[in-house]
């Protein structure tokens, strides 16, 4: 079946320091990716995806590249801000509609 | 626009009581989703609706979980009775329509507390 895997957190950063978060996948056909963030108290909220492969999702300064040959989707901000705190999911989903989620990564930005 | 509504925020309940959770999705929105979400994990999803239908409902515990969408709009998710381990976060999600790129948005979710 289909599944994801996130680096494991927590990932602790100073500000304006480089972030990458690595997401490998394994998944029948050809996957839709995303990225979803869930800041403290509040839901997952969407923050980009590629639908394939070679396409560049982009978004508040987050960068992550759909990469069929590795099976990868990483993300990357070149500067990160304590506003970015939160937790970070990987998903995918193979055409039914249902996400399929990494286990999440914590991001710690400190001033 | 308002997001999708979830009730109550958090929950707190002894084992075998039974315990019900509620989603308003976003106006519009014909397909939602039940998901669970254990501690230092992603999401797992419970329940698809399409309209009024469960087009998806494989990973849900027949057992103790129940759902319900009867008009198509809003939605109930029962568990009876519960146990100690379905302490976790639950999420509703809504979309447009069902399909592989429509964007799903989450509730802030159900945390649930079984004793």
């Known amino acids: 079946g289909d599944s994801v895997t996130q680096m494991e957190g927590p990932v602790t950063l100073s500000e304006e320091a480089f972030l990458t978060i690595n997401c490998t996948y394994t998944?029948?056909?050809?996957?839709?990716l995303f990225w979803y963030v869930q800041y403290p108290g509040e839901g997952l909220q969407l923050l980009l995806k590629?639908?394939?492969?070679?396409d560049k999702g982009s978004n508040k300064g987050f960068e992550a590249t759909y990469r069929k040959e590795t099976t990868s989707f990483h993300l990357e901000k070149g500067s990160v801000q304590v506003s970015d705190s939160a937790v970070y999911f990987c998903?995918?989903?193979?055409?039914?509609?249902?996400?399929?989620f990494g286990k999440g990564t914590m991001l710690l930005v400190s001033p | 626009e308002a997001g999708v509504v979830q009730s109550p925020r958090y929950k707190i309940i002894e084992k075998k009581q039974p315990v019900a959770f509620w989603c308003n999705p976003i106006?519009?929105?014909?397909?939602l989703y039940w998901y669970r979400q254990n501690l230092g994990q992603g999401p797992e999803l419970l329940i698809r609706?399409?309209?009024?239908?469960?087009?998806?409902d494989s990973q849900l515990p027949k057992d103790r979980f129940s759902a319900e969408r009867l008009k198509g709009v809003d939605s109930t998710l029962k568990i009876q009775p519960a146990e100690l381990g379905d302490s976790a976060v639950y999420l509703c999600?809504?979309?447009?329509?069902?399909?592989?790129?429509?964007?799903?948005?989450f509730g802030p979710g159900t945390r649930l507390t079984v004793l």
């Open positions: 999600a809504s979309s447009q329509r069902e399909g592989a790129y429509n964007e799903q948005f």
């Open positions: 998944a029948t056909g050809y996957p839709s």
């Open positions: 590629a639908t394939k492969a070679d």
């Open positions: 998903a995918l989903t193979s055409g039914y509609s249902t996400l399929t």
């Open positions: 106006s519009g929105h014909n397909t």
């Open positions: 609706y399409e309209n009024e239908e469960a087009v998806d």
